[in-house]
């Protein structure tokens, strides 16, 4: 997307690069035993009458969980060196490892301590080694305290209670702050290992993928198909004879969908002629001709969670040739004619079967390159960097049409939901490229990027040039203005809300820094509608930005703070940056060889039931 879409949902995106968690727990495949959304709230109630007391092998199973957790920490820390130490001394490693070798019941007071230092607000505590541990220890905790707690019954049923009450309200009006509450039960009950059949039923109709991409046939073809003209040497041994010559190729490449419903999958083939003219060395004879050779290879492209993958090209070559001319004395050239003749046939295989080989090494090699490039971009820019955070998609499934390849996905953690609905809004016709978002994944994204951390303003800078390529203009500081920072809340740190032809963004920080000042925490809301324009649409803010703090009314009769009154002046002119009163979609350009394609012009731009819909159009050459 353009920079514009990257101001839309703000920080958004800088969250989903700065770090990430996960722990989703997917549901069962669809089963007809599921109940309807409408008896959702009766089956959780009914759900009272199977609780399952837990016992000393559910503490087991989770302290194995976190045994196998801390031991790839320790692994990889210990390959850090110093560095590693110093890790596994804050975070008092072997002090856990101590408990977790016990054959008693821990001590709950050593294992709290212990979590404090991986709740901590460090950055690095955000990669999967620490999560792990971290998720893996509250698990085991919550479960050695509670195995023989005689109150757990009691505070089922009431969560229970609750659950019916939120989910009822959720299915009439589905809301971020309904989605955080039914997402934290359902995760709490995972915990408590209670209700499973429950849980599946719960994110069966309310954890569904959150994102769709669709890219045109026609898209694909126009980025990698492409006229083929060339000359190249020619040098081959056929029958004791060396070859060298000239080879004129010509030809074309195109590419196709070819329909898998479990990966993408492209076909592209050349197909061309090789017109070569040769003189052929055999002893003191040389033989003068012309060849044409046709050739078809194909080459089959993969597509999925992990990257780009190929098989082997498969090629096929005839060649036809004439002898025009044989020098080297009267009797060797009798001979040697003679000879042509017999053997022509054979040399035209041999020929035609080294045509072959070379065509299908030269595909592979390009390919290799190709594919290598693409997957390292994607590895390291996309996939490797959300791994490590453990917010790669929970589902991540391309698909292929002969008109379209697909892309499903599923961002949520373990306590979190995802698209109740299927996307209401119809795709216009004649798109190439489409893109379709639940307010879930970002919400969730966020939640997973910097709930409850503190990000520097170099690193939301870093972030959007990594994004961007530049730091936009209008973000760039001068010389006199001191460094910024936001502690985001534990809970929601950033939310959208896609309704009414727009979207509504809040950030909501728990403390900000400038400089040496600290301030306290505050909300920040912008409003935009959408609207057609010259070349695309624009997105206009609705009135001002909301800066207010967590819980403030306006017009209660509360009063702000002098230290609020300071820091909500000078968020104002902060976000005001990045949320502009108005701003374009407008056409996007493809990098590298996608760039061939032309302009993409943007023709469907709608906020509407949970979900945003945009869609492009490329632009007639």
Same mark, same amino acid.
């Given at each position: 997307?353009?920079?514009?879409?990257?101001?839309?949902?703000?920080?958004?995106?800088?969250?989903?690069?700065?770090?990430?968690?996960?722990?989703?727990?997917?549901?069962?495949?669809?089963?007809?035993?599921?109940?309807?959304?409408?008896?959702?709230?009766?089956?959780?109630?009914?759900?009272?009458?199977?609780?399952?007391?837990?016992?000393?092998?559910?503490?087991?199973?989770?302290?194995?969980?976190?045994?196998?957790?801390?031991?790839?920490?320790?692994?990889?820390?210990?390959?850090?060196?110093?560095?590693?130490?110093?890790?596994?001394?804050?975070?008092?490693?072997?002090?856990?490892?101590?408990?977790?070798?016990?054959?008693?019941?821990?001590?709950?007071?050593?294992?709290?301590?212990?979590?404090?230092?991986?709740?901590?607000?460090?950055?690095?505590?955000? =990669?999967?080694?620490? =999560?792990?541990?971290?998720?893996?220890?509250?698990?085991?905790?919550?479960?050695?305290?509670?195995?023989?707690?005689?109150? %757990?019954?009691?505070?089922?049923?009431?969560? %229970?209670?609750?659950?019916?009450?939120?989910?009822?309200?959720?299915?009439?009006?589905?809301?971020?702050?309904?989605?955080?509450?039914?997402?934290?039960?359902?995760?709490?009950?995972?915990?408590?290992?209670?209700?499973?059949?429950?849980?599946?039923?719960? %994110?069966?109709?309310?954890?569904?993928?959150? %994102?769709?991409?669709?890219?045109?046939?026609?898209?694909?073809?126009?980025?990698?198909?492409?006229?083929?003209?060339?000359?190249?040497?020619?040098?081959?041994?056929?029958?004791?004879?060396?070859?060298?010559?000239?080879?004129?190729?010509?030809?074309?490449?195109?590419?196709?969908?070819?329909?898998?419903?479990?990966?993408?999958?492209?076909?592209?083939?050349?197909?061309?002629?090789?017109?070569?003219?040769?003189?052929?060395? &055999?002893?003191?004879?040389?033989?003068?001709?012309?060849?044409?050779?046709?050739?078809?290879?194909?080459?089959?492209?993969?597509?999925?969670?992990?990257?780009?993958?190929?098989?082997?090209?498969?090629?096929?070559?005839?060649?036809?040739?004439?002898?025009?001319?044989?020098?080297?004395?009267?009797?060797?050239?009798?001979?040697?004619?003679?000879?042509?003749?017999?053997?022509?046939?054979?040399?035209?295989?041999?020929?035609?079967?080294?045509?072959?080989?070379?065509?299908?090494?030269?595909?592979?090699?390009?390919?290799?390159?190709?594919?290598?490039?693409?997957?390292?971009?994607?590895?390291?820019?996309?996939?490797?960097?959300?791994?490590?955070?453990?917010?790669?998609?929970?589902?991540?499934?391309?698909?292929?049409?002969?008109?379209? =390849?697909?892309?499903?996905?599923?961002?949520?953690?373990?306590?979190?939901?995802?698209?109740?609905?299927?996307?209401?809004?119809?795709?216009?016709?004649?798109?190439?490229?489409?893109?379709?978002?639940?307010?879930?994944?970002?919400? &969730?994204?966020?939640?997973?990027?910097?709930?409850?951390?503190?990000?520097?303003?170099?690193?939301?800078?870093?972030?959007?040039?990594?994004?961007?390529?530049?730091?936009?203009?209008?973000?760039?500081?001068?010389?006199?203005?001191?460094?910024?920072?936001?502690?985001?809340?534990?809970?929601?740190?950033?939310?959208?809300?896609?309704?009414?032809?727009?979207?509504?963004?809040?950030?909501?920080?728990?403390?900000?820094?400038?400089?040496?000042?600290?301030?306290?925490?505050? &909300?920040?809301?912008?409003?935009?509608?959408?609207?057609?324009?010259?070349?695309?649409?624009?997105?206009?803010?609705?009135?001002?930005?909301?800066?207010?703090?967590?819980?403030?009314?306006?017009?209660?009769?509360?009063?702000?703070?002098?230290?609020?009154?300071?820091?909500?002046?000078?968020?104002?002119?902060?976000?005001?940056?990045?949320?502009?009163?108005?701003?374009?979609?407008?056409?996007?350009?493809?990098?590298?060889?996608?760039?061939?394609?032309?302009?993409?012009?943007?023709?469907?731009?709608?906020?509407?039931?949970?979900? =945003?819909?945009?869609?492009?159009?490329?632009?007639?050459?």
């Amino acid at each position: 997307m353009n920079y514009p879409i990257v101001r839309m949902v703000g920080v958004v995106w800088i969250a989903a690069s700065l770090s990430m968690a996960g722990g989703y727990v997917a549901a069962e495949s669809p089963s007809p035993d599921f109940p309807s959304v409408e008896e959702l709230p009766a089956a959780c109630l009914a759900a009272k009458a199977n609780f399952r007391p837990l016992t000393p092998q559910n503490v087991e199973s989770a302290k194995a969980e976190l045994v196998e957790a801390a031991e790839r920490l320790d692994k990889k820390l210990k390959s850090d060196g110093k560095n590693g130490e110093n890790w596994r001394k804050y975070l008092l490693l072997e002090k856990l490892q101590n408990q977790l070798r016990s054959d008693e019941m821990p001590d709950l007071g050593v294992l709290g301590t212990i979590y404090k230092r991986y709740a901590a607000d460090h950055e690095g505590l955000a =990669l999967v080694w620490f =999560l792990d541990v971290k998720e893996s220890l509250r698990r085991y905790r919550f479960l050695a305290a509670s195995v023989e707690s005689t109150k %757990l019954k009691a505070a089922y049923n009431r969560m %229970l209670d609750g659950l019916a009450k939120q989910i009822e309200s959720y299915r009439s009006k589905p809301t971020a702050e309904g989605a955080v509450a039914i997402g934290l039960a359902v995760g709490q009950l995972q915990d408590a290992r209670q209700a499973p059949e429950l849980v599946a039923a719960v %994110l069966h109709h309310f954890a569904r993928p959150n %994102l769709f991409a669709d890219v045109s046939a026609e898209l694909i073809a126009a980025a990698m198909s492409e006229d083929v003209d060339e000359t190249a040497p020619v040098e081959d041994v056929i029958l004791g004879t060396r070859i060298r010559g000239t080879g004129h190729t010509t030809g074309s490449v195109t590419a196709k969908l070819v329909p898998d419903e479990l990966r993408g999958v492209v076909d592209v083939t050349f197909l061309g002629v090789t017109k070569t003219d040769n003189v052929g060395t &055999n002893g003191p004879v040389r033989i003068y001709s012309n060849g044409v050779t046709r050739l078809g290879v194909c080459k089959r492209i993969w597509i999925d969670a992990d990257g780009l993958s190929s098989l082997p090209a498969i090629a096929k070559a005839i060649t036809d040739s004439d002898i025009t001319d044989i020098h080297g004395g009267r009797m060797a050239e009798r001979i040697a004619w003679n000879r042509a003749g017999q053997q022509q046939y054979r040399a035209q295989q041999i020929a035609s079967e080294h045509a072959q080989q070379r065509v299908n090494r030269r595909v592979d090699d390009e390919t290799v390159e190709m594919l290598d490039r693409a997957n390292d971009a994607f590895v390291k820019k996309f996939r490797q960097p959300l791994m490590e955070r453990n917010l790669f998609p929970q589902i991540f499934d391309f698909s292929t049409t002969t008109e379209w =390849l697909k892309l499903v996905g599923l961002q949520a953690g373990r306590y979190q939901l995802a698209a109740p609905t299927e996307p209401a809004t119809k795709l216009i016709e004649n798109h190439d490229l489409a893109l379709r978002i639940h307010q879930s994944m970002i919400d &969730n994204l966020a939640a997973g990027s910097v709930a409850g951390r503190t990000v520097r303003d170099e690193t939301f800078r870093s972030v959007l040039v990594a994004l961007l390529g530049k730091l936009p203009e209008e973000l760039k500081e001068t010389e006199d203005q001191a460094p910024w920072a936001i502690t985001f809340a534990a809970r929601q740190p950033v939310s959208v809300e896609f309704a009414d032809g727009g979207f509504t963004v809040t950030i909501r920080g728990r403390r900000y820094y400038r400089g040496d000042e600290s301030y306290p925490g505050m &909300n920040v809301t912008a409003a935009y509608k959408f609207s057609e324009a010259d070349g695309g649409f624009k997105a206009i803010r609705q009135g001002e930005l909301k800066i207010f703090p967590p819980g403030f009314v306006p017009g209660s009769g509360k009063r702000l703070s002098a230290r609020e009154v300071t820091i909500r002046t000078l968020l104002k002119r902060r976000f005001g940056k990045i949320f502009e009163e108005e701003f374009l979609v407008e056409q996007i350009e493809l990098p590298e060889r996608w760039s061939k394609v032309g302009k993409l012009q943007p023709v469907q731009l709608v906020g509407e039931g949970t979900w =945003l819909t945009v869609a492009w159009r490329r632009v007639a050459q």
